[in-house]
């Protein structure tokens, strides 16, 4: 693992964020802070080291500090994805963690009044799907409302609504077709592991109720299903149970963050990951995300589920 990210020069900072799609003031801020970080010998391969230093910024440079390295470590995913061997399999995915816990480690506070906007990296993500016990009634359906929400960066009240009926196979695929806002409807392809989550659900919840139209329906204490829709404030408050029981602060709308950052760490463009939210402006997606980059499909979000 060590070998995959050891002694990082200054200049390996500097072509990342030169090379990124950031904005020209945007690239001019994120090297002043890495000349500053680097003039006072961090460690930015030492979480704590990263930390002691982000906490001496004053909040809006530590945002900055937190998406520059994160436009090298993005980089460096990027290179290692494309020189690696099966062999090096197990050092990728420990060195993944690694550079989530350094990015995780420069805590950024919301203004007063204000609650952060969440997301989770991709182990959390596990984590969370982890809580839902597959062996009950009631984990089972769990696990298809994150599937929703997350899998298919669903709005809380759109994946309440969401019917079978929704979902069509196109060639290969499958697809969902979610009405949003406005009633405009969207399709979102579903990535594999995501549709089998899904099935497994409607396997169960079909031989209580033959001719359910909801995807998502209540089961009471004794695992029993019931035939009828689940309601939006329904669907936050298991989000929040699921969130407590993983040790997150979570809400449904995070899970759609997390469904539009997976999907920005793929490479997707910021047109397809607007397309795919049902975001009539851009502007909008734009505040979900720290950087922007090139286009890919929402495979991606099989790695919670499969």
Known sequence: MEALISDPKIADFLNAIELSSVSENSKYRYRKVIERAFAAKVDLLSADSVAVFADTL??????????????????????????????????????????NALSASIQVKAP??????????????????????????????????????YGCGMRRDEASRSKWGDIVKQGERHIMNIEGKGAKTRSVPIAEAVYKTL??????????????????????????????????????????????????????????????QTLRNDGVLLETISALLGHSNIETTKRYLDIVSADADTSSVDVAFG
């Open 58 to 99: 004053p909040n809006s440079v530590r945002s900055q500090f937190k998406a520059a390295i994160n436009v090298y470590y993005k980089a460096l995913r990027h290179r290692m994805d494309a020189n690696a061997t099966p062999e090096m399999e197990n050092a990728i995915a420990a060195t993944n963690r690694r550079l």
């Open 112 to 149: 007063k009044g204000k609650r952060s906007k969440n997301w989770l990296s991709p182990d959390e993500m596990r984590q969370l799907v982890g809580t839902c016990d597959l062996d009950t009634v009631a984990g089972l359906r769990d696990a298809a409302l994150l599937a929703l929400l």
């Open 199 to 260: 099935i497994a659900w409607k396997h169960i919840q079909s031989k209580n109720c033959k001719d359910v139209d909801f995807i998502l329906t209540g089961v009471n204490k004794s695992g029993v299903v019931s035939c009828n829709g689940m309601s939006s404030q329904s669907v936050y408050k298991i989000v929040g149970r699921l969130g407590v029981a993983s040790g997150f602060d979570i809400r449904p709308h995070d899970l759609r963050r997390t469904f539009a």
